[in-house]
C-alpha cells in the first residue's frame, strides 16, 4: 500500500549519527509523476547512477523504462574519469553537488555534441558563477534542486543563463506545501531569513526504532504534518526561496545571531572568488575561498568590500586560501575537515 515502508535509507545529516529514514511508497509514485510531468523523460533516456541520490536515482529511470548507466567505482573522486563516463556513454541526466559540478566543468570539454540534456544540482547552495561556466560548455538544462532524505522532490528551479543574482533560488514547489517560519513558527515577512518547513505527500513516515527523533522533526503545525529541515532560507526580491545555509551554522557573536550562509552569499559575490566556507572558530570568522584559475589572492581587496557588504561583526577576520574543499563521500563540503587557520 501507499503508507507500507518502500525502503530505508540511512543518513548522517549535520550531526554524524546515522538515522534510517523511512521512505513510504507513495513518495515513488510521485517520482514518475516528476519524471514525465515536470521533465518530460521518456524511455530514450539514459541516466547515470553515481552518488547523488542514489536510490532515487536507482529506481527513477525504471518506472519510465529508460535506461541507467553505472558510474565506476571512485568516479566521484576523479571527475575526468567522470567526464569520461558521460561522454562515452552518451549520458542524457546527471546529478551532481555544486561542489562536483565545479570540478566536473573542469574536466568535461563540452561541444556541439554534448549528450547532456539534464542536470540537477543539489546538497549546497548553487553559486552564480558555476551556473554561468556550465551554460558556456552544455546547451543542457541546470537544475537547482532541493530534496531530503525526509522529503525527497521538494523544490525544482530551472536556472536562466541571464540570471544575474550571486546565489540562485531553489526554486518553488510541484506538489509540496513549503512555509518560511520564524523562531515563534510564524510566517516570516518579506526578505527575513526563516527556517524552512516542509508538508505534503513526499514526507518520510519517520526515523527507523527512534520516535522521540520523529515527533522532534515531523511536527504538526495548524493541524498539518510538517519536517522542520533545519535549513535556513529566504524569500529574495522575486519571490523566490533561496537556500542560506544549515540553522546549526549559526553562532553568536557578541550577543547577536550570525548565519554563516549570509557571510558566504556576500564573499561569493567578489571578483576572482569561485567557492567560500565560512567557520566560527577560536572567537573568529574564517573565510575559507577557493579562486577561478587566473585570479590573484587579494585578501585586503576582499576586506575592503567586505566593508561594504557586511556590518562589522559579519566581517571575516582571516583568509584561508585552499586549491579544493575537502570532500564527503556524497561530495558535500566537509567543513570539520577545513584546516586550522593558525600557520
Known amino acids: ?23 513510504p511508497h507513495r513518495v515513488f509514485t510521485r517520482c514518475r509523476t516528476w519524471a514525465i510531468e515536470v521533465f518530460g523523460f521518456t524511455p530514450r533516456e539514459r541516466f547515470l547512477l553515481n552518488f547523488f541520490r542514489a536510490p532515487e536515482e536507482l529506481f527513477y529511470p525504471h518506472l519510465i523504462g529508460a535506461t541507467l548507466v553505472l558510474s565506476p567505482l571512485g568516479a566521484e573522486r576523479d571527475m575526468r574519469r567522470l567526464a569520461e563516463v558521460v561522454a562515452e556513454h552518451r549520458v542524457h541526466v546527471l546529478g551532481l553537488t555544486p561542489s562536483l559540478l565545479s ?3 573542469d574536466e568535461y570539454p563540452g561541444s556541439s555534441e554534448d549528450s547532456l540534456r539534464h542536470v540537477f544540482c543539489a546538497g549546497e547552495a548553487l553559486p552564480l558563477d558555476f551556473q554561468r561556466r556550465f551554460f558556456r560548455k552544455s546547451g543542457a538544462h541546470l537544475y537547482n534542486f532541493y530534496g531530503l532524505a525526509e522529503a525527497p522532490y521538494t523544490l525544482i528551479w530551472r536556472c536562466r543563463p541571464e540570471d544575474t543574482r550571486p546565489v540562485l ?34 514526507l518520510a513516515l519517520g526515523y527507523l526504532n527512534q520516535p522521540e527523533l520523529t515527533a522532534r522533526k515531523f511536527v504538526d503545525h495548524e493541524g498539518e504534518r510538517l519536517y522542520c529541515t533545519g535549513d535556513l532560507v529566504h524569500y529574495d526580491a522575486e519571490g523566490e526561496i533561496v537556500y542560506l545555509g544549515r540553522s546549526d551554522h549559526q553562532v553568536q557573536i557578541r550577543g547577536l545571531r550570525v548565519e554563516l550562509g549570509e557571510i558566504e552569499a556576500a564573499l561569493r559575490q567578489l571578483p576572482g572568488i569561485r567557492e567560500a566556507v565560512v567557520e566560527h572558530r577560536d572567537g573568529q570568522l574564517v573565510s575559507y575561498v577557493t579562486l577561478d584559475p587566473d585570479a590573484a589572492i587579494d585578501a585586503c581587496a576582499w576586506r575592503e568590500a567586505m566593508r561594504f557588504a557586511l556590518p562589522e561583526f559579519m566581517r571575516p577576520s582571516a583568509y584561508v586560501v585552499l586549491t579544493d574543499f575537502p570532500r564527503s563521500a556524497t561530495g558535500k563540503t566537509d567543513r570539520k575537515a577545513l584546516p586550522d587557520p593558525r600557520p
Open 1 to 23: 500500500g501507499a503508507e507500507d515502508v518502500a525502503y530505508i535509507v540511512f543518513t548522517s545529516g549535520s550531526t554524524g549519527r546515522p538515522k534510517g529514514v523511512l521512505i
Open 103 to 105: 570540478a566536473f566543468l
Open 169 to 202: 533560488p531553489i526554486g518553488r514547489p510541484v506538489d509540496a506545501k513549503v512555509l518560511v517560519l520564524d523562531e515563534q513558527r510564524k510566517p516570516v515577512q518579506g526578505e527575513a531569513v526563516g527556517e524552512l518547513f516542509i508538508g505534503g505527500p513526499g
